[in-house]
C-alpha cells in the first residue's frame, strides 16, 4: 500500500467514524418528533427483518408527535409490536389505520443523562479516529522500515495524519456539542 493510500484510507475511515456518530446522536431523542428515531427499528414483516421506513411513511405533523402509516395495513400490528420491543421507550397509540406516538417531554435529569451519554458517544468516537491514526501511522513506519518511503516523507505524512485527526475531532466535537444544545434546550 503507497503513501498516499494509507492516508486515504484513513481519511475515509474517519469520515465513517463521525458518518456512525451522527447515527447514533440522531436515535438519543431530544423531546421533540424526529423521524431518524425509528431509523434503527426493524419490523418482523411475513418473517423478514425490515426497516420500518420500507414498510411505511413517518412524518412529523406536530412538533411532539410521530405519525407511521403503513403501506400495508396488515403490517400496522407488526409495526405497533415492533416498538414495543424497541428500546424507544415510547408507547405507541393504534387506531386502525395509523400508528402514533406521541414524544414526552423530558425532565431536567434526563436531559441532563442524555447529554452525558452524547458525551460518551462523541468519546467513543474520537477514540476510533485515535485508534485509525494509530494504525495509519503504524503503516507508514513500515513502509519507511522497507525503504518504500523516506525518514522525511514519514515525518510529513505524520504531519497529514495528524491534520485529519485534528480536523476529524473537532468534527466529532460540533457534533455532540450541536446534540447537547438540542437536549438542553427547553
Not at 50 to 55: G, M
Request: net charge negative.
Amino acid at each position: 500500500m503507497t503513501a498516499t493510500e494509507i492516508i486515504a484510507n484513513a481519511k475515509e475511515r474517519m469520515k465513517k467514524t463521525e458518518d456512525a456518530l451522527q447515527r447514533e446522536l440522531g436515535g438519543i431523542r431530544a423531546g421533540r418528533a424526529n423521524a431518524s428515531l425509528l431509523d434503527r427499528l426493524q419490523v418482523e414483516y411475513y418473517g423478514v427483518p425490515t426497516p420500518v421506513n420500507q414498510l411505511a411513511s413517518v412524518t412529523v405533523p406536530e412538533a411532539r408527535m410521530l405519525l407511521i402509516t403503513p403501506y400495508d395495513k396488515s403490517s400496522l400490528q407488526d409495526i405497533e409490536r415492533a416498538i414495543l420491543m424497541s428500546d424507544i421507550g415510547i408507547t405507541p397509540t393504534n387506531d386502525g389505520s395509523v400508528v402514533r406516538l406521541v414524544i414526552p417531554q423530558l425532565t431536567e435529569e434526563r436531559r441532563k443523562e442524555l447529554a452525558k451519554q452524547v458525551g460518551k458517544e462523541a468519546e467513543g468516537a474520537k477514540v476510533s479516529v485515535r485508534n485509525i491514526r494509530r494504525d495509519a501511522i503504524e503503516h507508514l513506519k513500515k513502509a519507511e522500515k522497507n525503504k518504500e518511503i523516506t525518514e522525511d516523507d514519514l515525518r510529513g505524512y505524520e504531519k497529514d495524519i495528524q491534520k485529519l485527526t485534528d480536523d476529524s475531532v473537532k468534527n466529532i466535537d460540533h457534533l455532540a456539542q450541536v446534540k447537547e444544545k438540542e437536549l438542553l434546550e427547553v
